[in-house]
C-alpha cells in the first residue's frame, strides 16, 4: 500500500506548471529518499505511466496517463459539466439556475439548482417555453445563421408574451444582439416579474447544444449584479467550452 501511496503521490507532482520532474525534486517535494524515489520512478516508467526526458534525468508523463485522461474527460458529459457549472453560479449569485435543451421547437430545463436568495424564480423542470419567446432558446438560436433559424421556426415566432418579438424580423434583430453581446436575457417572458440570462455552450465532440442560465425576480437586480451575473455566466461558458475541446 505504501508503493502505491507513493506513486499516486508522485503523480501529483505534476502540475501545469510543472510537466516535468527529477529525482531532486520528487524527493524535495515529498520527502522521501532518492534511492526510493529512483526505483518508484523506474518502476512507473517501466508500467507506462512516466516517459523519460532530459537525456534519462527527468520525467514526464506517459502516454498512458493522457490515455487515462482523455478516458475521464469523455466520461465527464457536457450536461454533467453544465450542471456543476450552474450549481456554481447558484450558490455565488443567489438565484436559480437552469441548464436547458432544446425539444423541437420548445426549450426544456433538464437540470437546477436553488439559490440561496429567499425568493426564487423560474419555470418547472419539464415545462416548455418557445424557444424564441425565452433566454435560454434564444442563446441557442444565435448559435445558427438566420437561413438555419428561417427552416427550424417556419419563419414564425410564437408570440408567447408581448415581451417575445412580436414578428420574425424582431427576433432575428434580438438574435443579432445576443450574438453581439454573448449573452441573452429576458424580462417577463417566462412569468411576470421574472428576469433571466443565458448562454449557450456546445460539445465539439458530440455536437450536443445547452443553454446555462439563471433566473431571477427583476426587482431584486440591479446594475451590478446584472453585470456579475453576466461576467460569471461568461466564464463558466469559456470553461465549458475548452474543457469540451
Same mark, same amino acid.
Given at each position: 500500500m505504501a508503493s502505491l501511496e507513493h506513486t499516486a503521490n508522485i503523480l501529483r507532482?505534476? &502540475?501545469t506548471g510543472r510537466s516535468e520532474l527529477t529525482v531532486t525534486e520528487a524527493a524535495r517535494l515529498l520527502v522521501l529518499p532518492k534511492s526510493t524515489l529512483s526505483r518508484l520512478l523506474m518502476a512507473m516508467r517501466h508500467a507506462g505511466l512516466l516517459d523519460v526526458v532530459g537525456g534519462g534525468r527527468g520525467y514526464r508523463l506517459g502516454v498512458l496517463m493522457h490515455e487515462l485522461g482523455e478516458a475521464v474527460r469523455q466520461t465527464q458529459t457536457l450536461s454533467a459539466r453544465a450542471s456543476a457549472a450552474v450549481r456554481r453560479l447558484s450558490d455565488s449569485l *443567489? !438565484? &436559480? *439556475?437552469?441548464v436547458s435543451a432544446l425539444v423541437g421547437t420548445d426549450m426544456v430545463g433538464l437540470v437546477h439548482h436553488i439559490g440561496h436568495n429567499p425568493l426564487q424564480v423560474g419555470v418547472p423542470l419539464g415545462g416548455r417555453l418557445p424557444v424564441d419567446a425565452c433566454a435560454t432558446g434564444r442563446s441557442l438560436l444565435a448559435e445558427l445563421s /438566420? @437561413? @438555419?433559424? !428561417?427552416? +427550424? +421556426? /417556419?419563419s414564425q415566432v410564437s408570440m408567447a408574451s408581448p415581451q417575445s418579438p412580436q414578428s420574425f424580423d424582431e427576433l432575428l434583430q434580438r438574435l443579432a444582439q445576443v450574438r453581439k453581446d454573448g449573452f441573452a436575457e429576458s424580462a417577463n417572458e417566462a412569468g411576470k416579474g421574472v428576469g433571466a440570462l443565458a448562454v449557450a455552450v456546445q460539445d465539439s465532440h458530440t455536437g450536443q447544444q445547452l443553454s446555462i442560465c439563471v433566473t431571477f425576480p427583476i426587482s431584486t437586480m440591479d446594475k451590478r449584479e446584472r453585470s456579475k451575473a453576466i461576467e460569471l455566466l461568461k466564464q463558466e461558458q469559456k470553461t465549458l467550452m475548452r474543457n469540451a475541446e
Open positions: 507532482c505534476f &502540475t *443567489g !438565484h &436559480t *439556475g437552469y /438566420d @437561413e @438555419e433559424v !428561417h427552416s +427550424l +421556426l /417556419d
